[in-house]
């Protein structure tokens, strides 16, 4: 993500993708709007006019339709870092630590990392932006990595430009320690490492999924402990793909206890008591949380790590999971 200028904006995210043979005989814009939802469809329009985002590396009119097996790509102008759309929020934060270079923040499930169109309040970048106002000369005030909407845990943010570019380049050089805990569904008879690409899935464009045209994606796994019909594992991510846990996981048949979009509709696994079956159906959200952070911290590269306990959620989920008949593992 370098930080290099287009226009007013500074340029953060890159777009790659080529487009599924399922799509063709479809408008360009049709397609990109799908694949990068969380923009307007108006703007995708207005950067495919100005060359911004490319087709075989040609600009073309949004209306174009496509064969299939186009190459799409670009450096997108960041919108998310207009001042005019982002405004400080007073939003509790919990700082796990701070230096003048970087924050570490314990986010909690729910909270939206940054805004996007038609999202501009209520955001960890909000939040940012009212504990330090200096973060808004950082794109997208000092945010690198991302965590779903209802993943819990920890997110590092750079507080100046040097250490911004410093843990962009650290995440592209996979340097950054990054393990999760996770419970899922069913019970794998050991860890392993999951390497299957993962891109956009070729009909649901607004999920991902193991796709051999996707980019390179490592997952190793290991089970922490098992219960009679569901798991909870640790995960050490060596990408960062989109959804990556998820999609790898649900992949391999084993999806994450709560996750609505990768697991489908929910199902419990026959033998278990009426207290897993309400404890799993009602839980909220994808049940994973980001347990351990390490990086080499961009000013006097040392390596530092931090870490947090479960969050009370995933933590009663678990305590419910062992009380299960039948738990003799």
Same mark, same amino acid.
């Given at each position: 993500?370098?930080?290099?200028?287009?226009?007013?904006?500074p340029?953060?995210e890159?777009?790659?993708?080529?487009?599924?043979?399922?799509d063709?005989?479809?408008?360009?814009d049709?397609?990109?709007?799908?694949a990068?939802?969380?923009?307007?469809?108006?703007?995708?329009?207005?950067?495919?006019?100005?060359?911004?985002? @490319?087709?075989?590396g040609?600009?073309?009119?949004?209306?174009l339709?496509?064969r299939?097996?186009?190459?799409?790509s670009?450096?997108l102008?960041?919108?998310?870092?207009n001042?005019?759309?982002?405004?400080?929020e007073?939003i509790?934060?919990?700082?796990?630590?701070?230096d003048?270079?970087?924050l570490?923040?314990n986010?909690?499930?729910?909270?939206?990392?940054?805004?996007?169109?038609?999202?501009y309040?209520?955001?960890?970048?909000?939040?940012?932006?009212?504990?330090?106002?200096?973060?808004?000369?950082?794109?997208?005030?000092?945010?690198?990595?991302?965590l779903? %909407?209802?993943?819990?845990?920890?997110?590092?943010?750079?507080r100046?430009?040097?250490a911004?570019?410093?843990?962009?380049?650290?995440?592209?050089?996979r340097?950054?320690?990054?393990?999760?805990d996770?419970?899922?569904?069913?019970?794998?008879?050991?860890?392993? @490492?999951?390497?299957?690409?993962?891109?956009?899935h070729?009909?649901?464009?607004?999920?991902?999924?193991?796709?051999?045209?996707?980019?390179p994606?490592?997952?190793?796994?290991?089970?922490?402990e098992?219960?009679?019909r569901?798991c909870?594992?640790?995960? %050490?991510l060596?990408?960062?793909? @989109?959804?990556?846990?998820?999609?790898?996981?649900?992949?391999?048949?084993?999806?994450?206890i709560?996750?609505?979009v990768?697991?489908?509709?929910?199902?419990i696994?026959?033998?278990?008591?009426?207290?897993?079956?309400?404890?799993?159906m009602?839980?909220p959200?994808?049940?994973?949380?980001?347990?351990?952070?390490?990086?080499?911290?961009?000013?006097?590269g040392?390596?530092?790590?931090w870490?947090?306990?479960?969050?009370d959620?995933?933590q009663q989920l678990i305590? @419910?999971? %062992?009380?299960?008949?039948?738990n003799?593992r």
């Amino acid at each position: 993500m370098p930080s290099s200028q287009s226009g007013s904006y500074p340029i953060t995210e890159k777009i790659e993708f080529i487009v599924a043979d399922t799509d063709a005989g479809r408008r360009i814009d049709q397609v990109l709007a799908e694949a990068v939802s969380q923009l307007s469809r108006a703007r995708l329009q207005a950067w495919l006019k100005d060359g911004t985002i @490319t087709v075989d590396g040609e600009v073309v009119a949004p209306r174009l339709k496509v064969r299939g097996g186009e190459q799409v790509s670009g450096q997108l102008p960041d919108v998310a870092t207009n001042s005019d759309e982002v405004l400080p929020e007073n939003i509790s934060l919990d700082i796990h630590y701070e230096d003048s270079d970087l924050l570490v923040v314990n986010k909690p499930a729910g909270l939206v990392m940054h805004i996007a169109p038609g999202n501009y309040t209520g955001t960890l970048q909000n939040a940012l932006l009212h504990h330090d106002s200096n973060l808004a000369n950082i794109p997208r005030a000092g945010i690198v990595h991302r965590l779903d %909407k209802d993943t819990s845990g920890l997110v590092m943010i750079s507080r100046t430009l040097a250490a911004h570019h410093s843990l962009v380049q650290q995440l592209q050089d996979r340097s950054v320690h990054r393990q999760y805990d996770a419970v899922v569904i069913g019970v794998p008879v050991a860890g392993g @490492t999951i390497e299957a690409p993962i891109g956009r899935h070729p009909v649901d464009r607004k999920k991902m999924a193991v796709n051999e045209r996707g980019k390179p994606a490592i997952t190793h796994y290991r089970v922490a402990e098992k219960f009679s019909r569901h798991c909870h594992i640790r995960v %050490k991510l060596e990408t960062g793909r @989109t959804h990556q846990i998820r999609v790898h996981m649900a992949n391999m048949r084993y999806p994450l206890i709560g996750d609505d979009v990768y697991g489908g509709r929910r199902q419990i696994p026959g033998g278990v008591g009426d207290d897993v079956k309400a404890a799993v159906m009602r839980f909220p959200r994808q049940a994973l949380n980001a347990s351990e952070l390490g990086i080499e911290h961009p000013k006097t590269g040392e390596f530092i790590q931090w870490s947090v306990p479960l969050p009370d959620d995933m933590q009663q989920l678990i305590n @419910t999971l %062992k009380t299960d008949a039948g738990n003799d593992r």
